[in-house]
Nanobody, 119 residues
Framework: QVQVVESGGGLVQAGGSLRLSCAASGSIFSINIMAWYRQAPGKQRDLVARITNGGITNYADSVKGRFTISRDNAKDTVYLQMNSLKPEDTAVYYC?????????????WGQGTQVTVSS
């Protein structure tokens, strides 16, 4: 089994910064993609950014130039540096990990961390 735990959310003023962390643990053989999603009240969960084990990144258009995703493969940890935050970035941020344990690759989710940006 794989556990995924996020940290680093909180309340920040518009224009401020936050750094989210997400650590995967358990019987992990390898991790392919690590990603951040977010879900605002009444809306669907959307991809924010993702990074492959080779370091290739993709971002939602709404966060390009403001957010940076990175990972530490030795620690099975992914980070999301969020700068120039806007009120519309307010959401619960979820970490998603595509990992292989005993069998094939599976998708695992964290419990989410709240990010609130005040105007």
């Amino acid at each position: 089994q794989v556990q995924v735990v996020e940290s680093g959310g909180g309340l920040v003023q518009a224009g401020g910064s936050l750094r989210l962390s997400c650590a995967a643990s358990g019987s992990i053989f390898s991790i392919n993609i690590m990603a951040w999603y977010r879900q605002a009240p009444g809306k669907q969960r959307d991809l924010v950014a993702r990074i492959t084990n080779g370091g290739i990144t993709n971002y939602a258009d709404s966060v390009k130039g403001r957010f940076t995703i990175s990972r530490d493969n030795a620690k099975d940890t992914v980070y999301l540096q969020m700068n120039s935050l806007k009120p519309e970035d307010t959401a619960v941020y979820y970490c998603n990990v595509v990992a292989r344990t005993m069998g094939s690759f599976r998708s695992y989710w964290g419990q989410g961390t709240q990010v609130t940006v005040s105007s």
